[in-house]
C-alpha cells in the first residue's frame, strides 16, 4: 500500500508559499511515511487548538495517524507546513479535505500549531487545498466550524469566496463555491503583494548585517564586500564574521553568526561552497530574515553543485528565511535612509529612480560602471544569480509600489515561472516601464516537434509574444537598455508618432528622418501658423521643413526660439535637437538652449531628445528642475529610443481587451468525446482520429470541411460518393506531419476509379520508403476552392503553457515562417492582432485587386480555439492547415486538423 501510494504521490503540488509575516514555507501533499511526525504534531496542540480542530479532546493513537495520512489525493487530500525544527523538518500545520457523497463537494478542515497562529498558514493551505480540488473535480467546499473558532471563520470569510452559513447548537455549517472569480483572483494576487514586501524588507532595508567570510586580505571578496558596506555609509550594524580573524578593518569579527550578540536581519554569505549549507543552517537557527549568497559552486557547476543548491534551498526554507543567489554579485539600496552596498563593487551609483536586476553577476560589475558614466541614477540593484528563491516576480512586486523607482531594468538570461512573470508584468507595466534585455535566444525552428505549431512557435517567439502581452519593452543590446531607459527615467512617455527633428546639420537631419521612417515614426509637416512663429524667431533665409535645418550658423538664441515654438506645437508629440559642434557656434551655448527650453517640454508633457554628435549620456549642462535630457552620440540611437517609448505609449493607451463568452459551446459532449478518447488509447501521446476531430470542433462551432475516414480503396470510394465529387484524399498516419513530402496528399478527384488509385497509390509510394506500416488510411473529404490558406495552431510549451499561432498556411508555411503567437487565453484584441501582425497581412485585407477575406471569421475561429484548450487542457499540440479564408461574409473552412493528446 505504501509504495502505491508513493507512487501516486502528486509532487507537482509541493509549492513553497511565502506568508503575510513575509518568510518561506514549504506545503507539501501529506504521505504515508508522516505518521511519526503527525503525531508529534497533534502532541504539541494545545487542548484549545485540538477541541476547535475534533470538536471534542479525543486521545489520538496510531490508527488516527494512520488513518490521517493515508489519502487517495483525489477523493481525500492534505497538505502540510513544514518548518526546520532541530535540523529536522516538522509538521506545524495540516489541511485537507473529503470528497462527500454527491461529488460536487468537499468537507474541509485545517489545523495549525499554537506557535505559529496568526501568520496566514490557515489562508495558504485554503488556496492550495482549492487549487486541488477544482483540478479533482470539486466544486463547493462545506465546513463545520464551532461558533468560538473565529480564527478559522476569518480565513473563510477573508479568503474570497461567497459563503453561506447556518448557525445549529453552536456550530456554523458553512457553504462556499470555490471557483477563482475575478475576487478571488485579486484577493489572492494583494495578499501575494503584501507577503512580498514584506519578506524583502530585510533584505533592501536590513538595520544589521553579517558578513560570513568578511576577511582582512586585498582584491578578496569578503574583503571587498566588507569594505563596501563600511564605505559607503550603511546606516545599519555591520558584523563582520570570521572564525579565524579577531577583527576586520577595525570592527570586532565573530567565530559564526551565533556568537553574534545583536539580531541580524540579514548575512551576505561569501565563504566556499561546501560551507554554504552549514553556514545558512546557522543563519537559521540565529533567527536571520534574509540571506544573500554570493559564493559561487552551485548548479553552474554540473550534478554535484547542483545537489548542492537543492541543500541550499531546502535549508532556508525550512527555516523561512529569504534567499538572493547563489552565485550572485549582491544587492544594492542607495536610499540615504540606508545606503547600503552589499555587493563586492567599488562603484556605487548615485541616487536615481532607476531599479536594475540583473542574472549575471559578472555583468552587473559592467551596468554599474556604465550606468555610473552616464550619470544614471538608481534606486535598488539586485544580482539574483541562479534564482533559488527570490528571482524577477519578488521584484517586481516590490518595484511596483516602491516610490522611488520611476523604471525598470530586467537583464535575463532565462525565466524561473514565466506565466507568472507575465500576469505580474502586465500589471507593473500599466504604471511603470519594464525595459528588458533578455540573452540565450535561440533560432527559429530549433524545436523538435511533432506538428507545424510546434516547429514554428520557438521559445524565442514564445518570449516575444509574452513581453509584447505585457507591455515589456525589449531591447537586444545593453547598449539599447540604457539608451531606452535614460529617455523614460527623465522623459514623459510619448502620446503619439509624431516627431520634429530640429538640427544644425543636414546629413545628420536626414539619418534621423529615415531612421524615424523605418521605425514607424512620423514626421508631420509644419502648419503655416508654426512656420509663421518659426520665421518671427530665425534670423537668417532657410526652409521651414521637418526636419529644421537651423544650418551651421544658427545662434543659441534661434535654437531655443525655435525649440520654444515647437514645444507650444500641438501637431507633435516628441522633439529631438541634433548638434554637430562647428567652430562658429559654442556648443555650450546650445547645451544652455536645451536646458532652458526643456521645462516647456515637461509642462506639454512631450519628450525631448538630443543628440550632440560624439556625446553620450546626461550631460549636467542638460538638467532642468531635476530632470536631465537625454543625450546620443548619434542620430539613430536616439530614434530607437524614441520608437520603443513611443510604442510602450501606445501599449498604454490600448484597450485591454476582453475574454468573450462565446455561446453555443457544447463543452459537456466535447468532454464525453475526449474522455472516451483517452480511454480507447494506451498511447500517450496520441492523435485523434478524423471522425474525433470533426465532432470535437462541432462542439465548438469551428468549421472543418465534411471528412470522411477511410481504411480501405473501396470505403475511400464511397465515402467519395457520399461526400460528393470532387473530393481530396489524404494520408491519415498518426505519425507523418508533412503528407505532401511523401505524396500523401491528391486534389480534385472527380471518380470512384480516380478516389480508388489514389488510395492505391499513396500507399504503394509509403511501401517504396518503407513507412506503409505508419499507413492508417485516408481521410476523403469534399474539395474546397480558392480563399487564401492560414495557418492556425496551438502547442503546448513547458515554460509559457498553450502558445497560439497564426499565419499564412499551406505547405510552405515552414519555409515562410510568416507567423506570430500570443499567449493563451486569447482576448477580443489578441484575436485581431495575430491576424494582423504578420508580414503578409495585407493580402488578407486585399492586395491588387483581389476581395479582402473574412478577417473577422478567422478572430471568431481564434477565440472559439482558445475556449476549446481552456477546456481542453490534455490538447498537447494543434494544427490547423490550411485553413481556407474565404471572401467577406463568406467565413472560412478548415481543410486538415491534427490534434495530439496527451
Given at each position: 500500500m505504501a509504495g502505491e501510494l508513493e507512487r501516486e504521490y502528486p509532487s507537482q503540488y509541493e509549492t513553497e508559499v511565502l506568508l503575510k509575516d513575509g518568510s518561506r514555507m514549504m506545503l507539501r501533499p501529506i504521505r504515508r511515511e508522516d505518521i511519526e511526525r503527525w503525531l508529534a504534531f497533534v502532541s504539541r496542540l494545545s487542548p484549545r487548538t485540538k477541541y476547535l480542530r475534533f470538536h471534542s479532546l479525543p486521545k489520538l493513537t496510531l490508527e488516527d495517524a494512520i488513518r490521517f495520512c493515508t489519502v487517495d489525493y483525489t477523493n481525500t487530500f492534505a497538505f502540510v507546513a513544514e518548518v526546520m525544527r532541530e535540523q529536522r523538518q516538522s509538521i506545524v500545520a495540516i489541511g485537507r479535505y473529503y470528497r462527500l457523497p454527491n461529488k460536487h463537494s468537499a468537507e474541509v478542515a485545517f489545523v495549525i500549531e499554537d506557535a505559529h497562529q496568526g501568520r496566514g498558514i490557515g489562508t495558504r493551505l485554503m488556496e492550495w487545498l482549492a487549487n486541488v480540488a477544482r483540478d479533482n473535480g470539486v466544486t463547493t467546499f462545506e465546513a463545520d466550524v464551532l461558533a468560538e473558532n473565529k480564527e478559522m471563520m476569518t480565513v473563510v470569510r477573508d479568503y474570497g469566496f461567497h459563503i453561506t452559513s447556518e448557525l445549529e447548537a453552536g456550530v456554523y455549517h458553512v457553504t462556499f463555491p470555490i471557483a477563482r472569480t475575478k475576487r478571488v483572483a485579486r484577493r489572492e494576487e494583494e495578499r501575494e503583494r503584501i507577503s512580498t514586501l514584506a519578506s524583502l524588507r530585510s533584505l533592501l532595508y536590513p538595520s544589521s548585517v553579517a558578513v560570513v567570510g568578511a576577511s582582512r586580505k586585498p582584491g578578496t571578496i569578503g574583503q571587498l564586500l566588507f569594505q563596501c558596506i563600511m564605505q559607503n555609509g550603511f546606516s545599519g550594524v555591520v558584523y563582520p564574521v570570521n572564525p579565524n580573524a579577531k577583527a576586520v578593518m577595525s570592527v570586532k569579527a565573530y567565530p559564526s553568526v551565533l556568537d553574534v550578540p545583536g539580531d541580524i536581519d540579514l548575512a551576505v554569505i561569501a565563504v566556499p561552497a561546501p560551507l554554504v549549507a552549514k553556514v545558512t543552517d546557522e543563519c537559521g537557527r540565529k533567527g536571520v530574515r534574509a540571506i544573500v549568497v554570493i559564493s559561487d559552486g552551485f548548479k553552474e557547476r554540473g550534478p554535484e553543485g547542483a545537489q548542492r543548491e537543492r541543500e541550499l534551498r531546502d535549508i532556508s526554507l525550512g527555516h523561512g528565511m529569504r534567499l538572493v543567489g547563489p552565485n550572485c554579485m549582491g544587492v544594492i539600496n542607495t536610499d540615504a535612509a540606508i545606503n547600503l552596498n552589499a555587493t563586492f563593487s567599488q562603484v556605487y551609483p548615485p541616487r536615481g529612480n532607476?531599479?536594475?536586476?540583473?542574472?549575471?553577476?559578472?555583468?552587473?560589475?559592467?551596468?554599474?560602471?556604465?550606468?555610473?558614466?552616464?550619470?544614471?541614477?538608481?534606486?535598488?540593484?539586485?544580482?539574483?544569480?541562479?534564482?533559488?528563491?527570490?528571482?524577477?516576480?519578488?521584484?517586481?512586486?516590490?518595484?511596483?509600489?516602491?516610490?522611488?523607482?520611476?523604471?525598470?531594468?530586467?537583464?535575463?538570461?532565462?525565466?524561473?515561472?514565466?506565466?507568472?512573470?507575465?500576469?505580474?508584468?502586465?500589471?507593473?507595466?500599466?504604471?511603470?516601464?519594464?525595459?528588458?534585455?533578455?540573452?540565450?535566444?535561440?533560432?527559429?525552428?530549433?524545436?523538435?516537434?511533432?506538428?507545424?505549431?510546434?516547429?514554428?512557435?520557438?521559445?524565442?517567439?514564445?518570449?516575444?509574444?509574452?513581453?509584447?502581452?505585457?507591455?515589456?519593452?525589449?531591447?537586444?543590446?545593453?547598449?539599447?537598455?540604457?539608451?531606452?531607459?535614460?529617455?523614460?527615467?527623465?522623459?514623459?512617455?510619448?502620446?503619439?508618432?509624431?516627431?520634429?527633428?530640429?538640427?544644425?546639420?543636414?546629413?545628420?537631419?536626414?539619418?534621423?528622418?529615415?531612421?524615424?521612417?523605418?521605425?514607424?515614426?512620423?514626421?508631420?509637416?509644419?502648419?503655416?501658423?508654426?512656420?509663421?512663429r518659426l520665421r518671427s524667431v530665425t534670423k537668417r533665409d532657410i526652409g521651414f521643413y521637418n526636419p529644421l535645418d537651423m544650418t551651421a550658423g544658427a545662434a543659441e538664441e534661434e535654437f531655443e526660439g525655435a525649440l520654444k515654438v515647437l514645444a507650444d506645437d500641438t501637431h507633435n508629440d516628441a522633439a529631438l535637437t541634433i548638434f554637430i559642434p562647428p567652430t562658429v557656434v559654442d556648443p555650450k551655448g546650445i547645451e544652455d538652449a536645451v536646458r532652458r527650453v526643456a521645462p516647456l517640454f515637461q509642462r506639454r508633457q512631450k519628450p525631448l531628445l538630443a543628440c550632440f554628435m560624439g556625446q553620450q549620456g546626461f550631460s549636467r549642462k542638460l538638467q532642468a528642475r531635476g530632470k536631465l535630457v537625454p543625450c546620443y552620440p548619434f542620430p539613430e540611437d536616439a530614434v530607437s529610443a524614441l520608437a520603443k517609448a513611443t510604442e510602450y505609449g501606445e501599449w498604454l493607451r490600448k484597450p485591454k481587451g476582453a475574454i468573450p463568452r462565446i455561446r453555443g459551446i457544447r463543452r459537456e459532449r466535447a468532454q464525453r468525446l475526449i474522455e472516451s478518447a483517452m480511454t480507447r488509447s494506451a498511447r500517450r501521446p496520441f492523435w485523434l482520429w478524423a471522425r474525433e476531430i470533426a465532432d470535437l470542433l462541432e462542439c465548438y462551432g469551428i468549421r472543418f470541411a465534411e471528412t470522411l475516414m477511410a481504411e480501405t480503396a473501396a470505403e475511400a470510394a464511397a465515402s467519395a460518393s457520399k461526400v460528393g465529387f470532387p473530393v481530396a484524399v489524404k494520408l491519415a498516419s498518426p505519425t507523418i506531419v508533412h503528407k505532401t513530402d511523401v505524396g500523401g496528399v491528391k486534389l480534385d478527384l472527380r471518380s470512384k476509379s480516380e478516389v480508388e488509385k489514389a488510395f492505391q497509390d499513396i500507399r504503394a509510394?509509403?511501401?517504396?520508403?518503407?513507412?506503409?506500416?505508419?499507413?492508417?488510411?485516408?481521410?476523403?473529404?469534399?474539395?474546397?476552392?480558392?480563399?487564401?490558406?492560414?495557418?492556425?495552431?496551438?502547442?503546448?510549451?513547458?515554460?509559457?503553457?498553450?502558445?497560439?499561432?497564426?499565419?499564412?498556411?499551406?505547405?510552405?508555411?515552414?519555409?515562410?515562417?510568416?507567423?506570430?503567437?500570443?499567449?493563451?487565453?486569447?482576448?477580443?484584441?489578441?484575436?485581431?492582432?495575430?491576424?494582423?501582425?504578420?508580414?503578409?497581412?495585407?493580402?488578407?485585407?486585399?492586395?491588387?485587386?483581389?476581395?479582402?477575406?473574412?478577417?473577422?471569421?478567422?478572430?471568431?475561429?481564434?477565440?472559439?480555439?482558445?475556449?476549446?484548450?481552456?477546456?481542453?487542457?490534455?490538447?498537447?499540440?494543434?494544427?490547423?492547415?490550411?485553413?481556407?479564408?474565404?471572401?467577406?461574409?463568406e467565413g472560412y473552412w478548415v481543410v486538415d486538423a491534427r490534434i495530439m493528446l496527451r
Open positions: 532607476v531599479a536594475f536586476l540583473s542574472q549575471s553577476g559578472a555583468l552587473g560589475l559592467a551596468i554599474l560602471d556604465y550606468a555610473y558614466n552616464l550619470h544614471m541614477g538608481i534606486s535598488t540593484f539586485v544580482s539574483v544569480g541562479n534564482r533559488t528563491d527570490i528571482s524577477a516576480n519578488d521584484l517586481l512586486q516590490y518595484w511596483e509600489q516602491d516610490p522611488a523607482t520611476r523604471v525598470i531594468l530586467l537583464y535575463l538570461e532565462s525565466f524561473g515561472n514565466p506565466r507568472k512573470f507575465a500576469r505580474i508584468a502586465k500589471r507593473v507595466s500599466a504604471t511603470k516601464p519594464i525595459v528588458v534585455v533578455k540573452s540565450g535566444s535561440t533560432p527559429a525552428g530549433s524545436r523538435a516537434a511533432s506538428s507545424h505549431t510546434g516547429a514554428l512557435a520557438t521559445p524565442e517567439i514564445a518570449s516575444d509574444a509574452l513581453f509584447r502581452q505585457a507591455g515589456i519593452i525589449r531591447v537586444n543590446t545593453l547598449e539599447e537598455l540604457f539608451d531606452v531607459t535614460t529617455l523614460l527615467s527623465n522623459q514623459p512617455t510619448p502620446k503619439g508618432k509624431r516627431v520634429v527633428i530640429v538640427t544644425n546639420g543636414g546629413g545628420p537631419g536626414i539619418l534621423a528622418a529615415d531612421a524615424c521612417e523605418n521605425r514607424g515614426l512620423v514626421l508631420p509637416e509644419f502648419s503655416p501658423e508654426t512656420i509663421n509510394r509509403l511501401a517504396e520508403i518503407g513507412r506503409q506500416h505508419e499507413m492508417e488510411g485516408v481521410t476523403v473529404q469534399r474539395m474546397v476552392r480558392g480563399g487564401i490558406e492560414a495557418i492556425v495552431g496551438v502547442t503546448q510549451d513547458p515554460s509559457f503553457g498553450p502558445l497560439i499561432m497564426f499565419g499564412l498556411g499551406g505547405i510552405y508555411a515552414e519555409l515562410m515562417k510568416d507567423i506570430a503567437v500570443r499567449l493563451h487565453p486569447l482576448t477580443d484584441l489578441d484575436a485581431g492582432e495575430l491576424v494582423g501582425s504578420i508580414k503578409m497581412a495585407k493580402l488578407f485585407e486585399g492586395f491588387r485587386g483581389s476581395p479582402p477575406a473574412d478577417t473577422k471569421a478567422l478572430e471568431d475561429l481564434l477565440l472559439r480555439l482558445s475556449a476549446l484548450i481552456e477546456d481542453t487542457p490534455q490538447i498537447a499540440e494543434l494544427d490547423f492547415n490550411p485553413v481556407k479564408t474565404m471572401g467577406q461574409g
